[in-house]
């Protein structure tokens, strides 16, 4: 009986010892496999972006950068009233989506709640509201743009139009730029807002000296998160837009975005060459919008920091 406790402590020892290298395998062989899809992940976008730059790269010129295409289906010309349209498209629309969606966000997260708690039809509403949000992010962006070419060019007549497109073009955006906004406004901690109220300020006041600063990286990252989602979508454009090869002169007048000009160059003529270099255009813009949201994201919040 005396020996037995050195014994059963040495075996319980040696278990532990074998069920913590199983644990310390798995966990190297987990990290291996994310290490792994990481970098696949990585060779997959090298690939994409490097063969679209290094083919398109070789159309790329000055000429190509500034002169409008002359349309027909011989792909001549190059790409500057498409760069025109695609600015023009992307300031309509997100003045249209942007006031829209933080105004709803606000709304959702620091009102909603307390008038939910006295209200059983405005709890009602506002989880409608949640749910029409979410189904809105998981609609097929040729539906939203069927839906402008029904609503925007048909019925209000406003045609093939910078304007209808922008109206469209809002309807997709509008929910990133809620829930975006939303989760920019749950970040900050419920005790800036307690502070602010304690010292007298009311409730609009709190909300606009205090929240809104705070949580203004999250919500410039969801506004720049619509900009390259409109840049690079075709689907809504192809039926609002009108695919004109000009530059628009109004918001009544149609246009084609670099994405569409490249859809219409890929699809439509022979000059794949050409397509290539939009697509390369259209990459670097991308990639240029992404970089813009970290920068964008870590000065904001180093300026809130005080930093």
Known sequence: MINDK????????????????????????WFSIMWIAGFATLVVLLLVVGYVIVQGGKVINWEFLTTPPRGGLSGDGGISTTLGTTVYLVGLTLLIATPLGIGAAIYLIEYAGEQGLTSPVMRVVISITNFAVETLAGIPSIIFGLFGYALF???LQFGWSLLSASLAGACLVLPTIIRTTEEALLTVPDDYRRGSLALGATKWQTLHKVVLPAALPGIITGIVLSVGRIISETAVFFVTLGGSHRLPTSIMNGGRTLALHLYYLAMDTNAFDKAMGTGAVLVVLIILI?????VISTKLTAKVRGG
């Open 6 to 29: 050195p014994i059963s402590r040495f075996q319980n020892d040696s278990t532990m010892m074998k069920n913590l290298k199983v644990r310390n395998t798995t966990q190297s062989i």
């Open 290 to 294: 992404n970089l813009s949201i970290n």
């Open 153 to 155: 060019v048909s019925t």
